[in-house]
């Protein structure tokens, strides 16, 4: 069997013919056992030894193979704001095709349980693992955690796709009741031109919210970046720097 890359995993098995009866088998030529199984090998060439009731030897010279190991990356932790839309992309060092298993936990009825990409909505910090095992029996694993911030209950999607398909159409700011008033939303583009500005409005309403158009022109996709200040019902403030992702 062969060996995953230097785990010591290898294992060897010795079947003998002709000889009489009891057969010794030694992997070093000093130490003999009655079994023909040696356990515990790393990769590399092996004489091994047989030796009947008789003294009568034999040797055999056995290669045993080391596969590439198998190492899986989800990436850093992140902190991301409730209801921010993730992508979790997986990296593996081998081929598609030459993983037997792809096993996600963490994820809640995934579209496509064995793809190496993953996209999530967390609403509570949450961690999300990922094990893959090779055709050769190589295993790796590794574990991702999405650490969600909450502001006042203060929410602006990081993602919207203004494509008139009635999901996600506009950019919507989001706030639970200690949020008394949205004093200013601007939003940017690249180059730091403004292409929206609305002030003094209420969050929660969609007829206010942007849909992705400058002078009835639509934008085109990418990053933009945005500045919030918000004021609590107790006169304070809350102000808020971030990025938001147009699609179409």
Not at 95 to 105: E, F, M, Q, R
Not at 136 to 145: E, I, K
Not at 152 to 170: A, K, M, Q, R, T
Request: hydrophobic content about 40%.
């Amino acid at each position: 069997m062969p060996d995953c890359f230097e785990e010591g995993s290898g294992t060897i098995r010795v079947v003998s013919t002709g000889g009489v009866e009891p057969i010794q088998y030694s992997i070093d030529g000093m130490t003999y056992q009655s079994s023909g199984v040696f356990e515990g090998l790393s990769g590399g060439a092996y004489t091994i030894h047989a030796a009947d009731a008789n003294a009568c030897t034999a040797e055999e010279i056995i290669v045993l193979n080391a596969p590439l190991s198998v190492q899986i990356e989800l990436g850093e932790d992140q902190d991301i704001e409730s209801g921010d839309t993730v992508i979790i992309h997986a990296v593996v060092n081998v081929p598609y095709d030459s993983l037997a298993l792809i096993d996600w936990t963490g994820l809640e009825e995934p579209a496509c349980p064995t793809c190496l990409s993953q996209t999530v909505i967390p609403v509570i910090t949450s961690t999300y693992s990922l094990t893959v095992m090779s055709v050769d029996g190589c295993v790796d694993a590794d574990s991702l955690t999405l650490y969600v911030e909450t502001n006042g209950g203060l929410y602006v999607p990081n993602v919207f796709s203004p494509n008139g398909d009635g999901i996600n159409d506009v950019l919507l700011i989001s706030a639970g009741t200690d949020i008394n008033e949205i004093e200013s939303f601007s939003i940017f583009d690249r180059w730091g031109n403004m292409v929206y500005l609305k002030e003094h409005f209420q969050p929660n309403d969609p007829g206010v919210a942007w849909d992705g158009t400058l002078r009835g022109e639509n934008m085109n996709p990418g990053v933009y970046v945005y500045r919030l200040v918000a004021r609590r019902v107790d006169g304070s403030k809350v102000a808020r720097n971030g990025d938001v992702t147009l699609i179409r």
